[in-house]
T-cell receptor
Framework: AQSVTQLDSQVPVFEEAPVELRCNYS??????LFWYVQYPNQGLQLLLK??????LVKGINGFEAEFNKSQTSFHLRKPSVHISDTAEYFC???????????FGSGTQLTVLP | TAGITQAPTSQILAAGRSMTLRCTQD?????MYWYRQDLGLGLRLIHY???????GKGEVPDGYSVSRANTDDFPLTLASAVPSQTSVYFC?????????????FGSGTRLTVV
């Protein structure tokens, strides 16, 4: 079975500061990993994904994530956040042959002026 | 614009009543999914369909049913709504193929059962 843990439910950060949103997963087989962003009253948008190859993945809006197999982590980072980055961020994993994503509980990122 | 259309956007429903949440996609994706989103719990899979004519149960299927008569439509039915089904419901889809690229999501249906 696969599962995802997002360690922080809320992350407040000041504008232009760096941020890291943490995600750990558990799976007995190889995985595909995703980060989605949800702006208020909207659906989820794909931010970035790791399928294979380079462990450092770059996504939209200046976000990047690093796949660390030994630590079973896929933390999301941005070197300098903007007010417009305020949103909820979800980490998700897919493993095995079933094309179903398992989501973490989400991290609310609030960027303060 | 290609994508997923969900209807209604929001609904208040009396307990015990039935309701069907509609989901239509125009991307010819094979697989479709229904998730519910609850505060602190993230998104949980209710039902899925890997291709037209087949459906499967997800993590929280009780109280819900689905059908997949064609590729484009994947309605979710609550036969007798209960307050614990108050949630935001998202429909999603993904294409077939050797590589999985993730989902495309609809904009959601906010359901309140009173």
């Amino acid at each position: 079975a696969q599962s995802v843990t997002q360690l922080d439910s809320q992350v407040p950060v000041f504008e232009e500061a760096p941020v890291e949103l943490r995600c750990n997963y558990s799976s007995s087989v190889s995985v595909y990993l995703f980060w989605y962003v949800q702006y208020p009253n909207q659906g989820l948008q794909l931010l970035l994904k790791y399928l294979s190859g380079s462990t450092l993945v770059k996504g939209i809006n200046g976000f990047e994530a690093e796949f660390n197999k030994s630590q079973t982590s896929f933390h999301l980072r941005k070197p300098s956040v903007h007010i417009s980055d305020t949103a909820e961020y979800f980490c998700a994993v897919m493993s095995g042959s079933a094309r179903q994503l398992t989501f973490g509980s989400g991290t609310q990122l609030t960027v303060l002026p | 614009t290609a994508g997923i259309t969900q209807a209604p956007t929001s609904q208040i429903l009396a307990a015990g009543r039935s309701m069907t949440l509609r989901c239509t996609q125009d991307m010819r994706h094979n697989a479709m999914y229904w998730y519910r989103q609850d505060l602190g719990l993230g998104l949980r899979l209710i039902h899925y369909s890997n291709t037209a004519g087949t459906t499967g149960k997800g993590e929280v299927p009780d109280g819900y049913s689905v059908s997949r008569a064609n590729t484009d439509d994947f309605p979710l039915t609550l036969a007798s709504a209960v307050p614990s089904q108050t949630s935001v419901y998202f429909c999603a889809s993904s294409p077939a193929g050797a590589t999985f690229y993730g989902y495309t999501f609809g904009s959601g249906t906010r359901l309140t059962v009173v």
